[in-house]
């Protein structure tokens, strides 16, 4: 039997071959991305597992949505909360609009409107436009606390200036119902258009309500037309009912 022996001075060169480096952090991150991205639920759960254990505060609140959405796993409130937390707890301000969420919904828990506007004004002093507008939401509705109109705008146009399109609609209401300012039906027209334009279907249809009753502008039914239709072809159902009870096609 014959025997290879290799010399001690090439086993000394292979120990000298650099160990593969962990990926970092950030590696990880991008990697669950790419794994959430192609619909790998179960994989990307254990990459921003991985990401979150090393300190990467976007895993922790992306953990949070996969475990209150059941991507790659069940459903766990309870999991998805103590994430979002761990995130908003390192200032992350969508997590805790994600919290507010999971109070004002009642998942897993008692609803509890106060606790959700607490988290979502949270989230808004920190700038998220989310957090902006589920304040101002939760102002003009009256939940967790007194109806507070001029607060309800307040907020609805932080957000909205921040590019939020559902906000902008909301200052368009507001104006429009004169609740929290005078009633400005101008000002109601340039906020429903703002938000048409940032593809709010419930902003075409604002604006074509405005049109079809002469408010603000000239009765026009061609063009109270032309936005339901958009508004209908974006899946407006108050739209669609519209053009129905009008007799006309969408």
């Keep these: 039997m014959l025997f290879l022996l290799i010399p001690v001075t090439s086993a000394q060169q292979n120990s000298s ?35 979150a254990d090393d300190g ?14 059941g991507s790659g796993t069940e459903v766990n409130y309870t999991d998805s909360m103590a994430w979002f937390v761990k995130a908003a707890n ?11 969420l999971i109070y004002y919904r009642g998942l ?10 607490s988290w979502f004004h949270k989230s808004a002093v920190l700038g998220n436009n989310e957090g902006m507008f589920n304040t101002g939401a939760l102002y003009r ?15 609805f146009r932080k957000a909205a200036e921040a590019g939020n399109a559902a906000a902008m609609n909301d200052v368009g209401m507001l104006y429009q119902q004169g609740r929290g300012v005078p009633v400005d039906l101008s000002e109601a027209m340039k906020w429903y258009r703002q938000a048409a334009a940032n593809g ?7 604006v074509g309500v405005l049109y079809e009753n002469g408010l603000g502008v000239s009765k026009d039914r061609e063009q109270a037309l032309l936005w339901y239709r958009g508004a209908a072809r974006a899946g407006n159902v108050e739209a669609k009912r519209t053009l129905k009870s009008l007799g006309v096609a969408e």
């Design 17 to 51: 071959t650099p160990p593969i480096k962990p990926p970092t952090p950030h590696e990880l991150l991008t990697r669950a991305f790419q794994l959430y991205d192609s619909g790998k639920f179960p994989a990307a759960l254990k990459a921003f597992r991985e990401a």
């Design 56 to 69: 990467n505060v976007e895993a922790m609140m992306y953990l949070g949505v996969m475990y209150g959405s």
């Design 90 to 100: 390192h200032g992350d301000s969508q997590a805790m609009t994600n919290i507010g």
């Design 108 to 117: 897993g828990q008692t609803q509890d409107y106060r606790q959700a506007l």
């Design 141 to 155: 509705d009256g939940l967790g606390m007194p109806v507070n109109y001029g607060e309800a705008m307040k907020w």
């Design 200 to 206: 709010s279907d419930s902003a075409m249809y604002n």
